[in-house]
């Protein structure tokens, strides 16, 4: 998906973003400084004599739907002169049919549409496939979505093409602007040959800019979800929530965004400072995960309503679903429910009430009398946007419905609201019944959804997630009892497995919800649990593998050499050692940066290695 950007200084032309594919003869410029903060990517560069910043804004809303629905990122664009002279600048940039599809294969076959158009306060592009796929994706990627790329208006001239890349990008090379018009003779072909949407900005001789170039860029499906949570129910196609203000008025939609860039900005740098101050009393290492973690799981999120027959929006029938970004394995797994209790302290942190929509889709789907399971769904199908109901997964059956029972009563404690709990109390009642009968001794028939590791009877770490979850603090001496090593060091990752260990991340759930189903008894074997974690990050030693001190933490159980960037980040919260605590987090930080593989950071990664499992690529 190609974006391209470049800045003509004084007739010389360099690249902040892109390739020099096919060559017009841009330079790049020389990048001095990067920074990332929860919802801004800010890269200062040199382009010959003047210094730029460009900053990818990805804004987070969470108390404003309306603007937290709307799919759209901004790119900005500021010089400053170094040697204090004023100098000729005018900057470009544009984006490609691309952004529609990753089914390269057929890219010569897939014919787009655009048109360009104006607003009252600039022009935007508006680019889509000729013959949209509803509800498919090929590699992850819609098949129905509309690519936007708008701008506004600038005292100092804004031009505008569509066409060939070279052709466009050839054009701002040599003269500094565009020629105001579309390919000729068409307004549809395949996504290659390229064409490009291309936007420049003329800025004359500065010094510095009072106020930034922007490009506003987004990707809209409407309808986003088909939603048919009971098998054989009427599928229901459900909107995003945006068009509760905007309808289906795209126009003021993206004038509205470009306008606002300003204000947007502001609200985005209060938000940032907000949450990387509080991290930070942490350490700076977790206010950078804390920054990277915010955008993935804000986009993660589609915020949806449902219409009536005439097309009218529902304001009031709100329902968040998630797709499943953070697999070791890309899925397209509809609301996963162990990646929703993954991203519950950053939900709770930003907006606990975003905790309930997206809990109700899968209550609906487990409170019909057609489904009477006693435990909970992993989640509501592997076909995103395809919400297909309630998949039945009876090896997960301690695992997710602790998940689920964790996730009522947190949203219910956090927001004061109570009504899904009283609203679904039959269905929640099953599942906790269902633990209290199965959870302290799980079978060998139950297991953890995390793939990576190693199942086998009698884990403890998720025996105490049921505990937890099923609020039955009456079994928590007895999981001691057999869950703590003979010598009573440290407590042991299979009952029984005096080798054994694991990250007891689930405990976190008792400590973030104060519940205190974990006894004082407990809360005392952590602070021996705490050294024991204290001796394997210094070791690196466990019971299968012998390495150095990994760089990349502690694996998520002694049978495996993977571990877990959330789990980890858990584990370090119920620590009783801040060194141990700062540790942890250090080594998923050590992940996080490191450059060795490509993607985005995964969730599970090889504690040696840092590549993920079974990508012998690295990844």
């Known amino acids: 998906m190609d974006l391209q950007g470049s800045v003509r200084v004084d007739g010389q032309t360099y690249l902040w973003t892109g390739m020099d594919t096919p060559a017009v003869g841009d330079h790049s410029a020389n990048t001095t400084h990067t920074r990332i903060t929860p919802t801004r990517s800010i890269f200062t ?5 003047m210094n730029l910043t460009i900053t990818y804004l990805s804004p987070i809303e969470p108390s404003d739907w309306t603007l937290q629905s709307l799919p759209f990122s901004y790119v900005s664009f500021e010089a400053s002169t170094l040697d204090g002279q004023a100098h000729d600048v005018q900057v470009y940039s544009e984006l490609t049919a691309e952004w529609l599809s990753s089914d390269v294969p057929n890219w010569l076959n897939i014919p787009v549409q655009w048109s360009q158009r104006s607003t009252t306060d ?8 000729q013959s949209p796929q509803k509800f498919v994706e090929v590699d992850r990627l819609a098949q129905d979505g509309i690519a936007y790329f708008a701008a506004a208006a600038s005292p100092q001239g804004l031009t505008w093409q569509i066409d060939s890349d070279v052709n466009c990008r050839g054009q701002f090379h040599d003269h500094g602007k565009l020629l105001n018009t579309s390919v000729v003779g068409t307004s549809s072909r395949g996504i290659l040959p390229v064409n490009v949407f291309s936007i420049a900005h003329d800025l004359g001789e500065i010094q510095n800019m009072s106020s930034p170039v922007t490009w506003a860029l987004g990707h809209v499906r409407n309808p986003t979800i088909l939603y048919s949570p009971i098998p054989g129910s009427v599928a229901r196609e459900l909107s995003p929530y945006f068009i509760t203000h905007y309808g289906s008025n ?5 004038n509205d965004i470009t306008e606002g860039f300003s204000a947007m900005l502001q609200r985005a740098i209060a938000f940032d400072e907000a949450i990387v101050g509080n991290a930070s009393k942490i350490s700076p290492e977790y206010a950078d995960l804390v920054s990277l973690a915010a955008r993935q799981t ?3 999120l589609d915020i949806t309503v449902s219409t009536s027959n005439g097309g009218q929006p529902n304001s009031s029938d709100v329902r ?3 797709k499943d970004n953070g697999a070791t394995t890309p899925t397209s797994r509809v609301n996963p429910v162990e990646r929703i209790y993954a991203a519950l302290p950053m939900m709770l942190y930003l907006n606990a009430s975003l905790v309930g929509p997206i809990l109700v889709p899968l209550l609906e789907a ?11 769904a992993p989640d509501l199908g592997v076909a995103y946007p395809n919400a297909t109901g309630a998949r039945n997964d009876p090896n997960l059956g301690i695992e997710q419905s602790g998940n689920m029972l964790i996730l009522l009563y947190a949203h219910a404690r956090f927001t004061g609201d109570g009504s899904l709990i009283s609203q679904y109390y039959n269905l929640a009642k099953r599942w906790a019944d269902f633990l209290v009968n199965n959870t302290l001794i799980p079978g060998e028939n139950q297991v953890s959804a995390d793939s990576e590791i190693v199942n086998a009877a009698n884990m ?27 010598n009573q060091s440290h407590l042991l990752g299979v009952y029984g497995d005096q080798g054994s260990w694991a990250l007891l991340y689930n405990l976190y759930a008792d400590r973030l919800l104060g519940t205190n189903v974990v006894s004082e008894a407990v809360c005392r074997v952590l602070r021996s ?13 466990h019971s299968t593998i012998s390495y150095a001190a990994p760089a990349f933490g502690l694996p998520i159980t002694s049978s495996s050499g993977v571990t877990s960037a959330a789990w980890l980040l858990f584990t370090a919260a119920i620590v009783s050692d801040d060194d141990v605590r700062d540790s942890l987090i250090q080594s998923v930080w050590n992940r996080a940066s490191f450059n060795q593989t490509q993607g985005a950071l995964p969730d599970a990664y090889d504690v040696r290695t840092g590549i993920i499992p079974g990508d012998s690529a690295g990844g």
């Open 250 to 254: 795209m126009a003021q939609a993206v």
């Open 45 to 49: 560069m040199q382009a010959g004599p």
């Open 320 to 322: 968040i679903f998630m």
């Open 298 to 300: 804000m986009a993660s």
């Open 529 to 541: 649990q705490t050294s024991f974690y204290k001796s394997l990050l210094a070791s690196g030693i």
């Open 366 to 376: 487990q409170d019909g009398s057609t489904i009477q399971q006693s435990y909970a």
């Open 460 to 486: 403890t770490n998720l025996a105490i997630k049921g505990i937890i979850g099923g609020y039955a603090a009456s079994l928590a001496a007895s999981w001691l009892s057999l869950a703590l090593s003979t």
């Open 122 to 129: 600039g022009i935007f592009f508006e680019i889509q496939f």
